[in-house]
């Protein structure tokens, strides 16, 4: 017998390996995602495929919602209100800002639905190996009804109270995140500029003092000078609406962030030069390029 039947809209790469993890997990889940090939790949985990957000609405009490843009989850909520369903829970596991996310609670609870702001810690690569952090925020019960659902795809999950501080706390982390990544990508074009070989300037850094999460994340793809297929845990295309809603916000509560505008041009350089489509980690890239390093 399933755990449970759990809902997942979005089965991108954050929403597609919290189904299959969730699925593995003994939970029965029912997925949708506007791209075929998503939903073939969630099939093939044991995801029960359907063929719209209202049909998983109408199969699950509790809903897992990983979505690009808010454009994307606005679209969501219509069709959950439209479908004029029993109460329901919605989890809200993306980065928007937090007017986006009020707008689609107050949509929902009018409804007589709860949504839930629950950000996610971590990569796509992180999300295929359960490293996530839930920052949950919003009703508390829902919250602890959820949580055996937020154990089977994550390593942990915390209730931080009130609706909105779960994006309040993923900006702080991905504020970090930003800058961590320019600052590992700088510090192995130092190294290469200076004629180590990149494989032992990962190695060596991961031993000491100056290593972080995101080093060991991203440096291996500046090693191997690829950002692409497997390696994808973030795409600066995607990357550009977090670094858009952290800097609207910190401005909004007068907060300073110096070393975060600072990464702001290396992040633009890259979409601009060609790395869209490609892991956050390319700024290393950018900064090869800037440094005249040819490989």
Known sequence: ??????????????GGAIAKNLSGAGWHVVGFDITKDRCEEAKAAGVES?????MVAE???????SLPTPEALMATVAAIVEARLPRRVVAELSTFSLADKTAAEAALRAAGHVMLD??????????????????????????NALMPVFA???????????FGNGMKMKFVANLLVAIHNVASAEAMVLGMKAGLDPAQIFKLIQAGAGNSRVFELRAPMMVQ??????????RISTWQKDMKVIGEYAASVGCPT???SATEPIYRAALST?????????????LEAMAGIKR
């Open 152 to 162: 089977d795809f994550a390593r942990q999950a915390h209730d931080l109270g009130s």
């Open 50 to 54: 359907v063929g719209d957000a209202a």
């Open 118 to 143: 629950c950000p996610l810690s971590g990569t796509g690569a992180q999300a295929r190996t359960k490293d996530l952090v839930v920052y949950a925020s919003g009703d508390a019960q829902a919250i």
């Open 59 to 65: 199969k699950c009490t509790n809903i897992l919602v």
């Open 225 to 234: 000078d690829n950002y692409a297929g497997e390696n994808l845990t973030m």
């Open 258 to 260: 110096p070393l975060f």
């Open 1 to 14: 017998m399933p755990k449970g039947t759990v809902g997942i809209i979005g089965l991108g790469i954050m």
């Open 274 to 286: 060609g790395h869209a489509d490609e892991d956050t980690g390319a700024v290393c890239a950018v």
